[in-house]
């Protein structure tokens, strides 16, 4: 079993099944706690419907009377190879905004399609919000292949269709899976149904696609703070990427400065050698290398280094934003001040057209392809490589206003 997680994001329409595929995934891993499933059965019973896998996700009970996914919903369930969390996103117009909080976070997709329907608005605003994002390991799954008799013609078609508009996008499904999620039927394991299929089952999709391993990445150690202890200037942080060693070379970013790594202090342990990914840690540096909050410690310096940032941010307050309204640039412990100077383009994500190229405006609820100018450089990295190091928050005022990815 691997220790770490695999984070997917499951992305369709409204009513394509999203919240049953995750239920189903549940039950046949069989990471479906006894409890949890007699509520289920008490709460089918209750509404006058057989035993719903949907409300595993749908925990809220305004959302089991109204049978929609309302917020970002977080599940694990574990195969043989790992354990995966599973992002439920919303398909409402209105819950989109809490569709891309939760697909930031998400190292592969899974695109639910309703083959009696088709693609349809939501599948094509979900399409561009996966190409924005940088996620490019997607796997497409043809849900309720039951109500169209389990036809390989009309498979085909909705295969044709969604392939199309994902390439024109930048994005190559890994596998396009027919299924029926209610049924259990090419969920975990194969039916005569669908004999025509060859391909892979959901979880063998699921298991074929790669995690991002940050730790086997380079160091990336954000200064937090740091602190005197009898006479010793110590830096604390956590440790976002690569090991970090005792007698190690490092640069200290943006400035690009040399040091070394003297000790590494950890709570209750003592002569510690070496901390890894996800460790919280305290550093002494030679000649205690004048860290500050807002340092990144690096093995290679691998960074990019720069006061001009491309990226691509969600706008989430009610207000617009206007070109040269002061903005302060968030990411990780650093902290710069700054303004967005070109819009490139934005749109409404509740549309697939572009709202306008080469604006002056952001709109409540848009997203924008923008650069960023800040007052001084910043070490940051391209979200697909380095997450933390490449995702951010744009606050005004005082209160966050935009959240983005580095691109």
Same mark, same amino acid.
């Given at each position: 079993?691997?220790?770490?997680?695999?984070?997917?994001?499951?992305?369709?329409?409204?009513?394509?099944?999203?919240?049953?595929?995750?239920?189903?995934?549940?039950?046949?891993?069989?990471?479906?706690?006894?409890?949890?499933?007699?509520?289920?059965?008490?709460?089918?019973?209750?509404?006058?419907?057989?035993?719903?896998?949907?409300?595993?996700?749908?925990?809220?009970?305004?959302?089991?009377?109204?049978?929609?996914?309302?917020?970002?919903?977080?599940?694990?369930?574990?195969?043989?190879?790992?354990?995966?969390?599973?992002?439920?996103?919303?398909?409402?117009?209105?819950?989109?905004?809490?569709?891309?909080?939760?697909?930031?976070?998400?190292?592969?997709?899974?695109?639910?399609?309703?083959?009696?329907?088709?693609?349809?608005?939501?599948?094509?605003?979900?399409?561009?919000?996966?190409?924005?994002?940088?996620?490019?390991?997607?796997?497409?799954?043809?849900?309720?292949?039951?109500?169209?008799?389990?036809?390989?013609?009309?498979?085909?078609?909705?295969?044709?269709?969604?392939?199309?508009?994902?390439?024109?996008?930048?994005?190559?499904?890994?596998?396009?899976?027919?299924?029926?999620?209610?049924?259990?039927?090419?969920?975990?394991?194969?039916?005569?149904?669908?004999?025509?299929? *060859? #391909?892979? !089952?959901?979880?063998?999709?699921? @298991?074929?696609?790669?995690?991002? /391993?940050? +730790?086997?990445? %380079? $160091?990336?150690?954000?200064?937090?703070?740091?602190?005197?202890?009898?006479?010793?200037?110590?830096?604390?942080?956590?440790?976002?990427?690569?090991?970090?060693?005792?007698?190690?070379?490092?640069?200290?970013?943006?400035?690009?400065?040399?040091?070394?790594?003297?000790?590494?202090?950890?709570?209750?342990? *003592? #002569?510690? !050698?070496?901390?890894?990914?996800? @460790?919280?840690?305290?550093?002494? /540096?030679? +000649?205690?290398? %004048? $860290?500050?909050?807002?340092?990144?410690?690096?093995?290679?310096?691998?960074?990019?280094?720069?006061?001009?940032?491309?990226?691509?941010?969600?706008?989430?307050?009610?207000?617009?934003?206007?070109?040269?309204?002061?903005?302060?640039?968030?990411?990780?412990?650093?902290?710069?001040?700054?303004?967005?100077?070109?819009?490139?383009?934005?749109?409404?994500?509740?549309?697939?057209?572009?709202?306008?190229?080469?604006?002056?405006?952001?709109?409540?609820?848009?997203?924008?392809?923008?650069?960023?100018?800040?007052?001084?450089?910043?070490?940051?990295?391209?979200?697909?490589?380095?997450?933390?190091?490449?995702?951010?928050?744009?606050?005004?005022?005082?209160?966050?206003?935009?959240?983005?990815?580095?691109?």
């Amino acid at each position: 079993m691997e220790e770490r997680s695999l984070h997917i994001v499951i992305v369709g329409h409204v009513d394509h099944g999203k919240s049953t595929l995750v239920g189903r995934l549940f039950y046949d891993t069989g990471s479906l706690p006894p409890e949890k499933l007699e509520e289920i059965k008490r709460t089918s019973e209750a509404l006058g419907k057989e035993l719903e896998f949907a409300y595993i996700m749908d925990n809220l009970e305004e959302e089991r009377e109204k049978g929609i996914t309302i917020d970002i919903a977080h599940t694990f369930f574990k195969t043989e190879k790992r354990r995966y969390v599973i992002i439920d996103a919303p398909g409402h117009k209105e819950f989109l905004k809490n569709m891309i909080s939760g697909t930031s976070q998400a190292e592969a997709a899974l695109m639910l399609v309703d083959v009696s329907r088709g693609v349809q608005e939501q599948t094509l605003r979900h399409c561009h919000i996966l190409s924005l994002l940088g996620i490019k390991q997607v796997a497409v799954i043809a849900n309720k292949m039951d109500l169209v008799d389990y036809s390989e013609q009309t498979f085909t078609k909705v295969k044709d269709e969604i392939i199309k508009v994902l390439e024109g996008l930048g994005i190559t499904p890994a596998f396009v899976i027919p299924i029926s999620a209610s049924k259990g039927e090419n969920v975990a394991s194969r039916t005569e149904k669908l004999s025509w299929y *060859d #391909g892979p !089952t959901v979880l063998s999709a699921l @298991d074929s696609f790669n995690s991002l /391993v940050i +730790e086997e990445k %380079g $160091l990336r150690f954000p200064v937090q703070d740091v602190y005197e202890i009898e006479g010793t200037k110590v830096a604390v942080g956590r440790i976002e990427a690569g090991v970090l060693r005792k007698g190690q070379d490092i640069f200290i970013l943006p400035q690009n400065r040399k040091s070394k790594i003297v000790e590494i202090k950890k709570f209750m342990e *003592d #002569g510690l !050698t070496e901390a890894a990914t996800g @460790d919280c840690v305290g550093l002494v /540096v030679e +000649e205690d290398g %004048g $860290l500050s909050r807002g340092d990144i410690l690096e093995d290679c310096a691998a960074s990019t280094v720069t006061d001009t940032i491309q990226a691509n941010i969600f706008w989430l307050i009610d207000s617009e934003y206007r070109l040269g309204i002061p903005v302060k640039f968030k990411c990780a412990t650093q902290e710069v001040n700054g303004k967005i100077e070109k819009i490139h383009r934005r749109f409404d994500p509740a549309s697939v057209e572009i709202v306008e190229k080469d604006s002056t405006i952001i709109k409540p609820a848009e997203i924008a392809e923008v650069q960023i100018k800040l007052e001084k450089p910043v070490a940051v990295d391209k979200f697909s490589e380095i997450p933390e190091l490449g995702r951010f928050v744009l606050e005004h005022a005082g209160h966050p206003v935009a959240g983005g990815i580095i691109i």
